[in-house]
């Protein structure tokens, strides 16, 4: 074994502790992950949960109390509402506004999601065909995810296009990843609700603090925040956690917001 995983194994009991103490129930009522609770069907959560994680952007209370405006909005039944939208529900969006997102944004999210409820009937459906196709064509799900996703409304403008992360332009997609651990994990916070894919292929979801964090216990040597720092840190944790490496999002995480 080599000096570098001599070094990560050294790390191992001090994160595995870390995600111990920080992956608690009492978690969910500061993380827009609460919102995936609120719900009863797997439609609802689902949905409810990726507005959430696409727009946990910036400040945790801040995001959440966006989140809760605009479910509001959709009278808090975001599945019917998203199958049975029409042109005149639009007005219901007039008004909303977090960071760059404008009610243009979240009327075509909102479109799109409707075609795809149509056609795959839940939003698993169709992240399972997102994910038989990135196998069959060897490239990222994420990536394929943002390709078909806007496949169904090509007249979708870019401003709402760039909501949707897509890591063959190098983003680190830190949004989706944290939202298919929501769905794909089981433990204390995460709920898995879907099942077309293994724990052990999730990507680390990498911000800002999780990369600082990372970079400080030596498991990221990559200077920028991008698609393939997020590919080195997960190897690492990977060798860490074979069959769970998205667990130590936790760890980096609470590391880094509690300094």
């Known amino acids: 074994m080599g000096k570098r995983q001599n070094k990560l194994l050294q790390l191992k009991p001090k994160l595995d502790a870390l995600v111990k103490n920080i992956e608690q129930p009492g978690f969910i009522d500061n993380d827009p992950i609460q919102f995936m609770y609120a719900f009863e069907e797997k439609n609802d959560k689902e949905l409810a949960g990726f507005f959430?994680?696409?727009?946990?952007?910036g400040r945790r209370d801040i995001v959440i109390n966006k989140v809760n405006d605009l479910l509001k909005r959709m009278d808090y039944k975001p599945a019917d509402f998203i199958l049975n939208f029409s042109e005149s529900d639009a007005e219901k969006l007039d008004g909303?506004?977090?960071?760059?997102?404008?009610?243009i944004d979240i009327y075509w999210l909102i479109k799109t999601l409707q075609s795809i409820l149509k056609e795959y009937q839940t939003f698993e459906g169709f992240w399972k065909r997102c994910y038989q196709i990135s196998n069959e064509q060897d490239r990222e799900l994420i990536a394929i995810f943002y390709e078909e996703f806007f496949a169904f409304h090509p007249e979708v403008p870019p401003r709402t296009r760039k909501h949707i992360s897509n890591p063959e332009k190098n983003s680190s997609a830190?949004?989706?990843n944290m939202y298919l651990r929501w769905c794909i994990r089981s433990g204390s916070v995460d709920l898995n609700t879907m099942s077309f894919m293994p724990a052990s292929e999730l990507m680390i979801p990498?911000?800002?603090?999780v990369a600082r964090q990372a970079r400080a216990l030596g498991l990221l040597e990559r200077k920028q925040n991008d698609w393939k720092a997020v590919q080195e840190l997960t190897q690492k944790l990977q060798f860490l956690d074979p069959q769970d490496p998205a667990?130590?999002?936790f760890a980096l995480f609470g590391?880094?917001?509690?300094g």
Do not use: E, Q
């Not at 990498?206 to 603090?209: A, F, G, P, T």
């Not at 590391?255 to 509690?258: A, D, N, T």
């Open 206 to 209: 990498l911000d800002v603090h």
């Open 96 to 103: 909303f506004k977090h960071r760059t997102f404008k009610p």
């Open 174 to 176: 830190k949004r989706l």
């Open 52 to 57: 959430a994680a696409i727009m946990a952007w």
């Open 247 to 249: 667990k130590y999002d």
């Open 255 to 258: 590391l880094g917001i509690s």
